[in-house]
Structures are given as C-alpha cells and as structure tokens.
C-alpha cells in the first residue's frame, strides 16, 4: 500500500489559519485532532489517544511513542494527543469499601473521588462485576488454533470483561481464564466464542458466565475523566492520595505519569571513570487490588515505561552537580526514584555515590501534517 503524499512546502495544520506544523504542549494538555488524514508524531512525553465509545475513556493508542509517527483518521472528537506528564492517570483500588449503590457515575452512586492535590476529575464505578471463573458449558470439538472470547459491553461507562481460552484438548476447550473482571454490569453477558481466522473446522464452544454478578456495592473501579493540571512533584514520595465520601473503608493508589525533571548529587563518589552514565529505571504501582476491582486496566497498559537517561559531569573521579538529561524518561508511576551508575568500565564504585531525582513534568512539541 502507497504511503499517502505530505504535500508540498508551507503546507501546514491548516486550522483556524495556523500555517504551522507544529504544536507545543503543557503538561497537563490535551489537543483534539481536527477531522481528516493526518501524520502525527508525538514527542516523547505526549501520546496518541482514542476515545473508546464503551467505557467512555481515553485509552492510548501509543504511549512511549519515541518519535514514531502513525497516521490518523480523524472524525474531529475521535483521537486526540495529550501531554499526561506529570498527571495522574489512573488508580489501583486496594480497599473496594461497602455500602455504595450499584451503577456509573457520581449520580448513579451517590460516591465522590477527590484527591490531595491537583484538579483531576474521576468516575467511580460501584458493583457489576462478572465472577472470577466461567462455566464451560460445552468444549465444542476439532479446534485447530485456541479462539478469541468476546465478551459482550457493560452499559456506557463500565469496564468491560475480559477473558480468553487457554487449553484445548483433543481439539475442545478445556480451561478459560478471566483477564478483567469488569465493572457496571447490570446483569451477566454473554460470550461469542471466535474462531482463529486460520480454523476452518472448529466450533460448538459454549462458555457461560455465572449469572450472579459479584462485587455488588463496592467500588470497582475509578477512571480519570480530566488529568487536570500537571502535578508539583519532587524526590520524595509525592504521589497524591484519594478520599471518598460517603466516609468507608475505600482506599485506592494513585498511578502517575512521572518523568524525571533533575538529577540531585550530594555525593559525587570516589574514581567514577570517564563515560560513565546515569539512569532511572521506571518503577510501576505494584500495589495490590482488592478483590474484585479491575487491577487489569489500572494497574497495567496506562504508561508504557521508558527510562531516563543522564550524562554526568566527572572531574577526578567524582560526578559533579547538573548532570545533562539525555532523556527525562516517561511513565514514571510512583515515586523515588532511585538513580542507577552505568559504569563505562563494568565495575561500579560505590564509595560516595549519592544522587537522588526530582519527578515532575515536561513540556512537550508533537507534529501534525495533513495527508
């Protein structure tokens, strides 16, 4: 397939007059892409999102993007880059509390998220959970290649459920595992077994999923409607905290968007060698999910981790202070965050070596051309 022409020269964004390809972004801002065909190149801290129509969320089609464009086609409301650096953009539920009404939304629960610091807007989604296993209600027969399970949408708004075959057996079905266990649910869906487009034989699988959805009153899953402003940061643990109201048990952690603004030296060490480096090594929100709740979509896929990287500053032996930033890195999601020693040499002093980093936010420039 030909690769759609560019254009020739001063052919620009074309919107509202602006004859520049270029688009600076804040952190904290998001910029919808105009209807039509467009070359986009994110710069490294900002992703190339879509609005997906079932949970109402923005999900990242690109979210370390590295400079590596893809084309969009645009309806005007449909994609979108947005500049999350220094944002939150989800959270893992590690207590799902008691008490709520069952639905989606602030109104339909009666729940109110807010978190210590910043101006990010969520959605609390309370009850509707599938349960954890499915029922093989038939295995079918003469699978070649395993199939795809889909499982049917909750209403606008809620998380969908996700699982997949994993064993055939003689050509059945014979273990299915749940991925997701969703959330806001009103009543138990259904599951269309797919054949592999490769299978040409298989088929009579029925998977069922029980009927009595779990979860029922408790906080399944919180999304982000509005990153809000970028957050302060810092080098020690800054990640913001939630509160819920009506008062419960409920408690959630907060999965940021990090990127490392500095590198602090209050110790320079003793024989670092010439053309050593230092680096950040992304740290993921390992905190565990209550039972129930969607650790699926919150605690995986909302970063795509990349690391920072640092030349340092060496004067007989010892690093001094400012080192050059590389690459900030991106998708940061908790915070310290420790700085590592690539010693050029392969043996790594340690005498006197400290350096800590300073998480934060950056600004950011993508690259929109139409096609």
């Known amino acids: 397939m030909a690769v759609p022409r560019l254009g020739g020269p ?16 804040r952190a904290g801002q998001t910029f919808m892409i105009p209807a039509g065909t467009y070359a986009v190149i994110p710069g ?59 639905g989606i939304g602030t109104t339909a629960t009666g729940v109110t998220i807010n978190i210590s610091t910043g101006t990010s ?13 499915l029922t093989i209600t038939a295995g079918g027969a003469n699978y070649q290649y395993i199939p795809q399970l889909v499982v049917s949408a909750p209403p606008p708004g809620g998380l969908p459920a996700i699982a997949h075959v994993n064993t055939l ?24 077994v797919v054949n592999d487009t490769r299978d040409t034989l298989g088929g009579g699988g029925v998977i069922t ?24 940061g810092g080098t020690g643990s800054v990640n913001p905290t939630f509160t819920f109201a009506p008062a419960s048990t409920t408690a959630a952690s907060s999965v940021m968007n990090w990127a490392v603004q500095s590198m602090i030296v209050t110790g320079g060490g003793v024989a670092v060698p010439a053309g050593s480096w230092l ?33 340092p500053v060496i004067t007989g032996g010892v690093i001094q202070a400012n080192p050059y930033m590389v690459d900030n890195g991106f998708g940061f999601q908790v915070s310290p965050v420790a700085v590592c020693l690539i010693n050029s040499t392969g043996v790594a002093p340690t005498t006197g070596i400290n350096i800590g980093a300073s998480v934060g936010s950056i600004n950011d420039v993508s690259y929109l051309q139409p096609i």
Request: charged share 5%; aromatic share 8%.
């Open 10 to 25: 001063g052919i620009g964004l074309g919107l509202g007059g602006q004859i520049s390809n270029y688009l600076s972004m």
């Open 44 to 102: 490294p801290w900002t992703s190339i999102q879509f609005f997906d129509p079932v949970s109402l969320r923005w999900l990242n089609a690109s979210a370390d993007v590295g400079f590596q464009g893809m084309f969009v086609e645009s309806d005007g409301g449909n994609f979108r880059l947005a500049c999350l650096c220094g944002t939150p953009v989800g959270a893992i539920i590690t207590n799902a509390g008691t008490g709520y009404a069952n």
């Open 279 to 311: 680096t950040c090594q992304p740290l993921v929100n390992t905190a565990t999910a209550a039972a129930n709740t969607d650790g699926y979509y919150y605690g995986n896929f909302l970063t795509m981790p990349r690391p920072c990287m640092a030349v």
């Open 169 to 192: 057996t003689a050509g059945a079905i014979t273990q299915v595992i749940v991925d997701s266990q969703g959330a806001g649910y009103k009543s138990a869906p259904t599951i269309n």
């Open 121 to 133: 807007k969520w959605t609390p989604i309370v009850g509707g959970a599938i349960n954890s296993t």
């Open 209 to 232: 999923v029980n009927p009595t959805l779990v979860g029922s009153g408790s906080l399944l899953a919180m999304t982000p409607n509005d990153p809000g402003g970028p957050l302060a």
